[in-house]
């Protein structure tokens, strides 16, 4: 049985791109047949900027298609903006190495009130295979 490692940084960044690529374009998931629906997609474009905050993601990223500069910023400046910002966020957790639960979160964050809240989300279950990471099954979507 191959030793299972855990996913890079590298390969974690890259996933998370594909996936962003995928929902802010209504793509189909490179290598899967599966469409990457976001449900607040249409609110999150208002912005004239799209924002991830993300740590391990260290530069802009470049979508296809898509007319608006996606920034990778920090949670302090979402906070230190005024108004009301939205703004994606992932979440992972790894489960033996293997196998991979990516969440891509949307919310709004309000200056005046100081709090955040969830907008939608997207679960994807990502399995390796080989050198590869492939969706396991369909996408699970949740509206707030």
Known sequence: MPIQTPISDKELSELKVNVLNSVL????????????????????????????????IKNSIRIERLNKPVQIVSINFIKAKRGKTI???????????????????????????????????????????GTTWVIMEPPTSLSA
């Open 87 to 129: 703004y994606f966020e992932f979440q992972s957790e790894e489960e033996d190495g293997n196998i991979l639960l990516l969440t891509l979160n949307a919310n709004i964050f309000s200056s005046p009130e100081d709090r955040t809240i969830k907008l939608s989300s997207l679960k994807i279950k990502f399995q390796k295979e």
């Open 25 to 56: 374009n209504n793509h189909v998931f490179p290598g899967s047949n599966f469409a990457l629906r976001f449900a607040d997609l249409p609110f999150v474009l208002t912005q004239p900027d799209i924002f991830l905050v993300d740590k391990k």
